[in-house]
T-cell receptor
Framework: AQKVTQAQTEISVVEKEDVTLDCVYE???????LFWYKQPPSGELVFLIR??????QNEISGRYSWNFQKSTSSFNFTITASQVVDSAVYFC?????????????FGSGTRLQVQP | ETGVTQTPRHLVMGMTNKKSLKCEQH?????MYWYKQSAKKPLELMFV???????ENNSVPSRFSPECPNSSHLFLHLHTLQPEDSALYLC???????????????FGPGTRLTVL
């Protein structure tokens, strides 16, 4: 079975602070994929990133960066110099090559509030 | 981005009503999904369709009846709902199912359903 844990339920920061959202996953598969999605107040989940289990290189996209560490089964997401527009719920998700499971497994989400 | 559209965006219905939610994807994907997102709860997968065939029903009550006439359209027919069914219903699509190289899901804006 697979599981995604986002232990931080809510985080509040002041604009321009850096913030890291944690994601820990569990799977017995050696081939799997990890995702981050952003859900702004409008409701739509916006795809941010997908990484496969064989690529442990960190990735940076503008103010966003992701740290994938297989040794600790973590795929953490950092926002540098946070802005009010970053306020949203962020979901980490996992997919594996398991024929019994057809869709992504989502964590419970972390609500990020960025105060001006 | 109008890759996945959902109508209506808001719906209020009584417990004896019958209504339908519609989802359309313009991404040429083969798989479509219904999720339920209640307040303070994680995303719950309801149904998965691949090439119009239902591949997963996550123990959803029969008062929710999905229909997938083609790979671009997905409906959720609602009847005799309960107040606890009030939630945000999200539709998503992907090229392939979980664990494939094309399993990134793209979401619609959701339908916010209120059952009185």
């Amino acid at each position: 079975a697979q599981k995604v844990t986002q232990a931080q339920t809510e985080i509040s920061v002041v604009e321009k602070e850096d913030v890291t959202l944690d994601c820990v996953y569990e799977t017995r598969d050696t081939t799997y994929y990890l995702f981050w999605y952003k859900q702004p107040p409008s409701g739509e989940l916006v795809f941010l990133i997908r990484r496969n289990s064989f690529d442990e290189q960190n990735e940076i996209s503008g103010r966003y960066s992701w740290n994938f560490q297989k040794s600790t089964s973590s795929f953490n997401f950092t926002i540098t110099a946070s802005q009010v527009v970053d306020s949203a719920v962020y979901f980490c998700a996992l997919s594996i090559r398991d024929t019994g499971r057809r869709a992504l497994t989502f964590g419970s989400g972390t609500r990020l509030q960025v105060q001006p | 981005e109008t890759g996945v559209t959902q109508t209506p965006r808001h719906l209020v219905m009584g417990m004896t009503n019958k209504k339908s939610l519609k989802c359309e994807q313009h991404l040429g994907h083969n798989a479509m999904y219904w999720y339920k997102q209640s307040a303070k709860k994680p995303l719950e997968l309801m149904f998965v369709y691949n090439f119009k065939e239902q591949t997963e029903n996550n123990s959803v009550p029969s008062r929710f009846s999905p229909e997938c006439p083609n790979s671009s359209h997905l409906f959720l027919h609602l009847h005799t709902l309960q107040p606890e069914d009030s939630a945000l219903y999200l539709c998503a699509s992907s090229q392939g199912l979980a664990g494939t190289s094309t399993d990134t899901q793209y979401f619609g804006p959701g339908t916010r359903l209120t059952v009185l």
